[in-house]
């Protein structure tokens, strides 16, 4: 998966397209991700003791990676992402890329 935590990423499909925001949390195997202000469901919550009221809440739900589209950070452009691995120190590294500056993201 491509898009990572703390990621900026614009919403390419579905409701919210053309919305912009940062990733809160990534999950690699269902291959979605909570995205801020993107996506929100109301969850209805039940009273759990007597006298209490029962509750609507907002809340971020995940979305598909398939929906977003990684925003670089030197062209602040949306762009597809790319891999490269570098030899550092003897170590190999591996930096993600922006395809259309070819700028590291």
């Known amino acids: 998966?491509?898009?990572k935590?703390?990621?900026?990423?614009?919403?390419?499909?579905?409701?919210?397209?053309?919305?912009?925001?940062?990733?809160?949390?990534?999950?690699?195997?269902?291959?979605?991700?909570?995205?801020?202000?993107?996506?929100i469901?109301?969850?209805r919550i039940k009273p759990r003791k007597s006298?209490?009221?029962g509750k609507v809440l907002e809340v971020t739900?995940?979305?598909?990676?398939?929906?977003?589209?990684?925003?670089c950070k030197?062209?602040?452009?949306?762009a597809r992402v790319g891999y490269k691995i570098i030899l550092e120190k003897g170590e190999k590294k591996k930096i993600r890329f922006c395809k259309k500056c070819a700028g590291e993201t």
Do not use: H, W
Not at 6 to 23: Q, W
């Open 5 to 39: 935590k703390n990621d900026k990423v614009l919403v390419i499909k579905g409701k919210y397209r053309g919305k912009t925001g940062v990733v809160l949390k990534a999950m690699p195997k269902q291959n979605r991700v909570i995205v801020e202000g993107v996506n």
């Open 1 to 3: 998966m491509k898009i």
């Open 61 to 71: 739900a995940p979305i598909f990676t398939a929906d977003l589209k990684l925003i």
């Open 51 to 53: 006298g209490e009221k």
């Open 41 to 43: 469901v109301k969850k």
């Open 74 to 78: 030197k062209c602040k452009k949306a």
